[in-house]
């Protein structure tokens, strides 16, 4: 066998401890912005270099390298608003994301990679192809791939689901691959731009610098579908918003929904099939919307019994039982835990989880409730 993947527990404890922490120090105080993740191979023998990458960045997908090769690689994840800006340095090397890995991690994010030099081949279903340097290229997260990487330096900018509805639908219209047109190499450079010019930035610099990316990502993808029939995931997006905008309101039911959405209730029945149907789907949203409140330290002096009230528990015996059948815990219990800065708690088995390390750093869930 021509291929080498790390066994999962060769990492040495305090290599393993220090993969795990890969944060800059977070007592800088120069005003510059800091990564959310910061992460290089080169402050581990070579021999523990692949692993120790592996075991920052393998949940994402397997990592293979040739037998027998060394392996380095660099990485720097940034937080631009609602997009997270990767910028990363490798060798050689081939990555593929299976159908456990979608189970597993259940990310729906899109991806806008451009590398600098190398080429990358690569293959998702039927469909397979190659990108070169300078060239915009999209994916999603959804979708099993297997990409073949050569040395390489490239940018790729996390586009989370459902905070640009106009921007996913054009994105949604695009099949995975190079993108061509004027506007997509101008965002390319933009983006390659981008990944010089963060190390300089400032903290206050951050907000302009994520305006002026979704400004660039807007003109190039919220166009392209243009007078096509509208995508499924475009219509589940508007669905999402109009609920997250009306979740205090007490007739938020299936036909008040489908009518502020404008889609018929049997496509809202569609949309929301997957996540266990309309009922489910509000409920979840409103208990995640009530869990990131109390998890708000800002809000820590509103009453629980009130943000129940701005999530649409209008009930608080209601509320306090389906609250502590989803975490495990009562809604005081989770405040208290935040204002002592403990480790959040995981939701029951039949949800997703709010915290997974290093993927809620770099793919981190779209936009929050109101």
Known sequence: MSDRRAPA??????????????????????????????????????????????????QLNEVIVARGAGFSGRSRFWQLGDFTVAVNETSAMRLVRSAAHLRRD??????????????????????????APGELVVERLNEAYEDEWS???????????????????????MPRGPVGGVEAALLADFLLSLA??????????LPALAHTTQTMIAATFAGRHGAA???????????????????????????????????????????????GGVAAYVRRLRLEAVHAALCNLGQAHVPIARLAERAGFHSPAAFNRTFRAAFGASPGEVRERAARQDPPLPRAPDSSPFHRGFLDLAFPAGAPAH
């Open 196 to 205: 010089r010019r963060l190390p300089e930035a400032l903290e206050s610099d």
């Open 229 to 275: 029939r509208e995508s499924p995931l475009a219509a589940r997006l508007r669905v999402e918003r109009t609920i997250r905008a009306s979740l205090a309101s007490a007739r938020l039911d299936p036909s008040r929904i489908a009518a502020l959405a404008g889609v018929s209730r049997a496509t809202l029945y569609r949309l929301l099939e997957d996540q």
């Open 151 to 173: 040395a390489d330096r490239w940018v790729m900018l996390v586009v989370p689901p459902g905070t640009c509805p106009e921007i996913e639908a054009g994105l949604a219209a």
């Open 9 to 58: 527990t060769g990492l040495l404890p305090e290599a393993r401890q220090t993969a795990a922490g890969a944060r800059n120090d977070p007592g800088q105080q120069d005003g510059r912005a800091r990564p959310v993740i910061s992460f290089a191979t080169d402050t581990f023998p070579a021999e523990l270099a692949f692993e120790a990458w592996r075991e920052q960045f393998g």
């Open 106 to 131: 259940d990310l729906d994010h899109w991806l806008l990679r451009v590398s600098a030099q190398g080429v990358v081949r690569s293959r998702s279903g039927e469909r397979a192809f190659r990108s």
